[in-house]
């Protein structure tokens, strides 16, 4: 596995992580299987895909994956959202700096681990002031608990502000193939932003949620699965939108390799300063997913793929 920086924190990571709150999800109960996830996060570190990322109720299994072998993980979660209705799926925000204290306490207690490494604020919360929440942030790193700070769903407006008061050293957001939101701008995107401020830039779901490998089907989503609802995932974006699936493809095939690792690599060459952590429960996929570090997307793929049709059908 090729290595990528964390950051300014002289730590190394492997260049592609692994996204573990989809293994236990409430509303799959009935699915779940934390023995095999075990293995699967045990297997990601084998290969050098050691920066793991979760939250809330996952990170019992993750405690639970990195008995043992807590030097080779580099374990990153987030506070800052609690649940409201889970039968709704509704949250809410929390960035009170009570909250954050308490959440910091009770992921070190579902981790089994002394000092979380990376500690994302995973939404601000607008009824409290960004300085007064990040100085929380901040008071968590100075007691020990957290080493490093990093920022969900910010803006770069809101990244500045933070980094201000205590270094960001990663950001967090969703990029790939269909939503390119944070390259928006350039160097005024939050890709750019992070490359200037040497922050790392984390990818959520670089593989769409699945759609991007090309093997989901409408009709194949289970009982209680959230893409149900996401209006890309309606059976007539889906049919609309495999039009991006083949030309990821055709450029897969060219390669030599899956529409998976395309879509992983094509996040890669964004910078150094991106590290993707697709999710997966499965040994398979999440080799594959690691592999995609060893490829390289010449100009012809990466002007193909500039070049794709805008998805059908909003993101949420």
Same mark, same amino acid.
């Given at each position: 596995m090729r290595?990528?920086? *964390?950051?300014? /924190?002289?730590?190394?990571?492997?260049?592609?992580?692994?996204?573990?709150?989809?293994?236990?999800?409430?509303?799959?109960? =009935?699915?779940?299987? @934390?023995?095999?996830?075990?293995?699967?996060? !045990?297997?990601a570190l084998d290969?050098?895909?050691?920066? *793991?990322? +979760?939250?809330?109720? !996952?990170?019992?299994?993750?405690?639970?994956?990195?008995?043992?072998?807590?030097?080779?993980?580099?374990?990153? +979660?987030?506070?800052?959202? =609690?649940?409201?209705?889970l039968c709704r799926r509704a949250i809410y925000r929390d960035g009170s700096p009570a909250h954050l204290r308490e959440a910091a306490e009770a992921s070190l207690?579902? *981790?089994?681990?002394?000092?979380?490494?990376?500690?994302?604020l995973h939404r601000i919360d607008p009824a409290v002031p960004l300085a007064e929440t990040w100085g929380a942030m901040a008071e968590l790193v100075q007691?020990?608990?957290?080493?490093?700070?990093?920022?969900?769903?910010? +803006?770069?407006?809101q990244a500045r502000e933070a980094h201000a008061i205590h270094p960001v050293t990663a950001v967090q957001s969703e990029l790939s193939l269909w939503n390119r939101d944070a390259l928006d701008g350039a160097s005024d995107g939050m890709v750019g932003w992070c490359e200037s401020m040497g922050a790392s830039f984390i990818p959520s779901?670089?593989?769409?949620?699945?759609?991007?490998?090309? +093997?989901?089907?409408? @009709?194949?989503?289970?009982?209680? @699965?959230?893409? /149900?609802?996401?209006?890309?995932?309606?059976? =007539?974006?889906?049919?609309? !939108?495999?039009?991006?699936?083949?030309?990821?493809?055709?450029?897969a095939d060219r390669r030599s390799v899956t529409p998976a690792q395309v879509a992983i690599a094509w996040a890669l060459a964004q910078g150094e300063q991106v590290v993707p952590i697709p999710g997966t429960k499965n040994s398979r996929?999440?080799?594959?997913?690691? =592999?995609?570090?060893e490829v390289r997307l010449a100009d012809e793929d990466l002007t193909d793929l500039r070049t794709l049709p805008a998805p059908i059908g909003s993101r949420y």
């Open positions: 290595l990528r920086s *964390l950051g300014n /924190t002289g730590t190394k990571v492997g260049a592609i992580g692994l996204g573990c709150m989809g293994m236990s999800r409430l509303d799959q109960e =009935a699915s779940r299987d @934390d023995g095999r996830c075990v293995r699967v996060i !045990n297997e290969l050098g895909g050691n920066l *793991l990322d +979760t939250a809330g109720h !996952n990170e019992s299994l993750l405690g639970k994956a990195i008995a043992g072998r807590r030097e080779e993980a580099v374990v990153a +979660t987030k506070p800052g959202i =609690a649940p409201d209705d207690r579902r *981790l089994d681990i002394d000092v979380i490494d990376l500690y994302y007691r020990g608990m957290v080493r490093w700070l990093g920022l969900s769903g910010a +803006t770069v407006a779901a670089p593989l769409g949620r699945g759609f991007l490998t090309g +093997t989901l089907r409408a @009709d194949q989503f289970e009982s209680g @699965d959230f893409r /149900t609802s996401d209006p890309r995932f309606h059976r =007539a974006a889906m049919e609309a !939108n495999q039009r991006i699936v083949d030309v990821i493809r055709e450029v996929y999440l080799r594959e997913n690691l =592999a995609a570090s």
